[in-house]
């Protein structure tokens, strides 16, 4: 039975020393209206911090789900923002049956550009699960990013993605791409739980935290409209990876995911024309809160604000330079 989970009920799941130190963290509750929805964001604000962090959840994900990643950033010394998509989390959608998918990247592009009008210092954006190939579009589509730090990058176009994207086998998801498509105007605004479609069972390789997110009725416990499932699987990325000209990409892919393993990832990874990293996350589920895989993601995040720190201290001091005193 689906129930509501709390940021505080995903950090409890994190192994120690993690869970003790990040358990402080509390997420500042904010909203931005976009188009007629009211997006919730979760903030960790840092007026001192060097560069930020925007981390996007998957179909089943929420922004508290995905507070153990915030907070650990907040923890090293970035600003922190994680918004609730369409349809999930606390966000206020008037008609959750006809989200679409490019309703997500719609969204994650123009909050993108309204965080950038309104703070200039460098952004990271992060992306978890199917987050990953949204963080990817919304970037090659808005700019502004500094780093793109994914979990995976499912291209749902490619067969070898297929086998995560059903319980019911590969075989369904070429079926459904042409169904769905045929019965789009009697089917699209129809919900149906996620559980029913996705194995979700496969979201964590701890059993405590899989049976949370399956059964949080703001993410992986709720339903999921046939339309968005029909526009995920029919929405190519917003640029070939052979013609993306964006930031460098970071996959941080765990290394033990049992959903989406990494060889689902590194086809359309390998094909990236940025700059590009491979940063497997050891013993990582696809949820990774293994105590390697999340000391292997802090070490990560670590270096990353470090090197966007040097980068933007030369900037900075040749600016306070070429203000000469009255």
Known sequence: MPRDYTHQDYVACLPEPFRQRLAAAEPET???PWRDTTLHIARLRNSAAQARLMILHGAGGHSAALWPIAALAAELGYEVLAPDLPGYGRTRVPNPGAVRYPDWVDCVADLL???NAADSRPLVLAGASIGGMLAYSAAARAGGVATLVVTCLLDPRDPVTWPALSRWGAWTVALARQVLGLSSR????LRVPIRWLVPMTRIANDPVLARICTT???GGGSRIALGFLRSYLQSPPA???EAFQGPPVVLAHPAQDRWTPPAMSLGFFQRIAAPKRYVPLPH???FPIEPPALRELRALLEKLLGDLSA????A???SAASVKPT
Request: no cysteine; glycine share 8%.
């Open 216 to 218: 949080d009725a703001r």
């Open 30 to 32: 904010t909203w931005w």
């Open 186 to 189: 009697l089917t699209d605004n």
């Open 316 to 318: 900075s001091r040749a």
């Open 311 to 314: 980068a933007t201290a030369p």
């Open 284 to 286: 990582g589920g696809h």
């Open 239 to 241: 640029a070939e990876p």
């Open 113 to 115: 550009a309204a965080e």
